[in-house]
């Protein structure tokens, strides 16, 4: 059967989250495959690099498909487009790939970004898309916090306590603070950069960080909730809304050729 790679771009706002529920929940896997049911009738189970949550978005997602007809991957990409509609979900490209590949467990690096805009007016076009506070952040704060997360860390303070990961042991290879002009406002972009990342890791890190950035917290306080290795020492949870799912890297870009 051959395997197609699938890069995704969804509005995670209609959703549960990308994994299938059981209950009946849309969740995108359920959209992605509802649209392949249609191409090639049957069962699909797709599997993908990372389960975002609850409200959660992408813009580089990567799943991966067995099927039975050998599709040209720009026909497949159209054809899963229009049996997407109007679900906010889109195949951005597609690949064929060897049987080998899997899109979770082929994975060597995973990007996210968080966008928070502070401005006193209410998000009317990008409602739903960006956490939203009412007043500037100190950059220079954010960007030290930030930098104390990098490396090799036990990052138990800032994993669910649903999280079914072995180990609370990662390294985070980035963490980047930007600040950009926003109507009305400001917009900081916080990104992140990891081989994987523990569940709710990246919203427990910007709720945290949003705290230092609004002078709650100082910068030396993410050090000490990051040695506490507790939960009770995280910061508020950052909502979902804001949380995108940029990309995901491999040995070799499948979507290059």
Known sequence: MPRFALK?????????????????????QQAVEEALARLEPGEHRIAAAGRTDTGVHATGQVAH???HK???????????NWHLKPAPVAVIACARVADEFHARFSAVERRYLFRIVARRAPLTQERGQAWHVLKPLDLDALREGARRLEGQHDFTTFRSTLCQAKSPEKT???????EHP????????????????L?????????????????????QDVTAALEARDRAACGPVAPPQGLYLTGVGYPEDPFTA
Do not use: K
Request: hydrophobic share 40%; with cysteine.
């Open 8 to 28: 995704i771009d969804y509005d995670g706002g209609p959703f549960c989250g990308w994994q299938r529920q059981a209950g009946g929940l849309p969740s995108v």
């Open 182 to 197: 926003y109507p009305g406002g400001i917009e900081y972009r916080l990104t992140f950069r990891a081989r994987s990342f």
């Open 199 to 219: 569940h709710n890791q990246v919203r427990s890190m910007v709720g945290t960080l949003e705290r230092v950035g609004a002078g709650a917290w100082a910068p």
């Open 65 to 67: 498909a067995d099927l």
């Open 172 to 178: 985070l290879d980035e963490a980047r603070v930007s």
């Open 70 to 80: 050998d599709w040209d991957p720009f026909r497949l990409s159209e054809a899963l």
